[in-house]
């Protein structure tokens, strides 16, 4: 019989006090005996609309029924099947807004934990299993992989399955993308990415650090060099800034380098050599995931006080329910309807407050969200000695600049039809470096399709 408890277990945690002075993860992780109860919750629908809501297509009822009847390895087995990183996507993914959006459980409840049993399933493999999988027998086909953030190193793990020779070509000095640099520890432990990465490279799965393509070799020499196939998926790092006074002031930082510098390059460590600022107070512009990791960042790094500033409401805020609710547990204050007009600083160009005004919500914008409207005579300022600007990234130029024939959007992002084909034959992308700024599961997802487009591409040649 199932479990008919209309609440999803909770996850366990470290205690708020504790974790805003260190960088081991926030959540937990189900016991055994938690994982087993929150799986019987599932009802097995014949349907699943669950796995409707699944960027990659897991079939989530059958690793969920594993997991019940305490076949946990049974369990990783059906997510590896379309996750090349399940340890990376219980963490990560925005469950709430895909799968479990359209769990049947959720109608008169809470919906089942799925995300939670997906990090369960994969952290019981990791814990148990030594063994790395075989290699495939290669096929003799070659294809080339920029970047190794979650499109890239889900597009190589697929090709490499079917035995392609898959070469990823990294331009930082570490693999792993963004789950590397702009994900905390703290909710991601990098230890976790590193594992699936050395399960990828079991497979078969090349990759070449310190490789900026564009600069060391183009596309086009990709190509040349015998690589049948090339796929983009260098997501969006290049920061964006409101253009406001002030914004070049020493103490502003751009989220994706603040979070660089901590998480890659881990300035908050002694030892570093790479230098970050402990401000006392920090003042984070932003409402998104990315914003609640760099102000827990800042917390951690000992800020007394540490402000989201963000210019619409909280039924706003684009970032996840859990991570608002981590970031309020750990001590971050919320100045909400609120937008900066100017960063102050003193004579050494150091930042010393940042001037906001009130906002008001008009009427729905564009995305469905109520437009912030400035009230009149509410300027105000706020002391702050770091500003962090979290309003998102766009795709970065130097693929485009360097690559003829390939077709982008006036923001930058690579357009390609349905199967992730660009304007180039043979060059495929997907994620961020397509869509602009978005999550995890969905640049697995092009990954995953442009994967299969590559497959019968070359298969066909």
């Known amino acids: 019989m199932p479990n008919m408890s209309p609440k999803k277990n909770e996850m366990p945690s470290q205690n708020p006090e504790i974790r805003r002075n260190n960088y081991e993860e926030v959540a937990l992780g189900y016991t055994e005996e938690i994982a087993v109860a929150e799986a019987e919750r599932c009802l097995n629908c014949k349907n699943a609309p669950c796995v409707t ?39 990560v993914c925005p469950q709430e807004s895909q799968c479990e959006a359209k769990c049947v459980r959720g109608l008169k409840g809470e919906p089942v934990g799925i995300g939670r049993l997906e990090r369960f399933a994969a952290d019981r493999h990791n814990e148990t299993v030594t063994e790395l999988p075989e290699k495939p027998q290669s096929n003799g086909h070659r294809v080339a992989v920029i970047g190794s953030g979650p499109s890239g190193l889900t597009c190589a793990g697929d090709l490499a399955k079917k035995g392609y020779d898959v070469t990823v070509f990294e331009a930082l000095h570490t693999a792993g993308g963004v789950l590397v640099y702009g994900i905390p520890e703290f909710r991601l432990p990098k230890a976790i990415v590193q594992k699936e990465i050395d399960t990828l490279c079991a497979l078969g799965v090349n990759i070449e650090t310190n490789m900026v393509i564009g600069r060391v070799l183009s596309i086009d020499e990709l190509l040349e060099d015998g690589f049948e196939a090339v796929f983009i998926g260098t997501g969006a790092g290049l920061p964006r800034f409101m253009g406001i006074p002030g914004e070049n002031l020493c103490g502003v930082y751009s989220a994706n380098e603040f979070l660089t510098r ?108 109520r437009r912030p409207v400035e009230i009149e005579g509410s300027e105000f300022t706020i002391d702050t000695d770091c500003v962090i600007m979290s309003i998102g990234t766009s795709p970065n130029p130097l693929i485009k600049s360097t690559t003829d024939g390939l077709e982008c959007t006036k923001w930058g992002g690579i357009v390609t039809d349905e199967t ?26 092009a990954g995953k399709t442009a994967a299969k487009a590559i497959d019968e591409y070359i298969m066909k040649k």
């Open 53 to 91: 809501g699944c960027p990659v297509g897991i079939q989530i009822p059958h690793f969920i029924k594993k997991i019940a009847g305490r076949d946990y390895e049974g369990a990783y087995r059906i997510l590896a099947e379309s996750s090349s990183l399940p340890a990376v996507c219980g963490r």
């Open 262 to 369: 901590i998480n890659l390059m881990k300035a908050y460590r002694d030892t570093s050599a790479t230098p970050i600022m402990h401000a006392k107070n920090v003042a984070v512009v932003g409402g998104g995931n990315v914003a609640m990791d760099a102000a827990r960042c800042a917390k951690r790094l000992g800020a007394e006080n540490v402000y989201i500033v963000y210019r619409r409401g909280e039924e706003e805020l684009p970032a996840r329910a859990e991570e608002i609710e981590h970031a309020k547990e750990e001590g971050i204050e919320f100045r909400l309807l609120t937008n900066p007009t100017e960063i102050l600083g003193d004579e050494n160009s150091a930042v010393t407050a940042i001037r906001c005004v009130k906002m008001g919500l008009g009427e729905p914008d564009a995305s469905g969200r």
């Open 420 to 445: 992730g084909l660009t304007s180039r034959t043979a060059v495929y992308a997907g994620g961020d470096a397509v869509t602009g700024a978005a999550t995890v599961i969905l640049a697995m997802g």
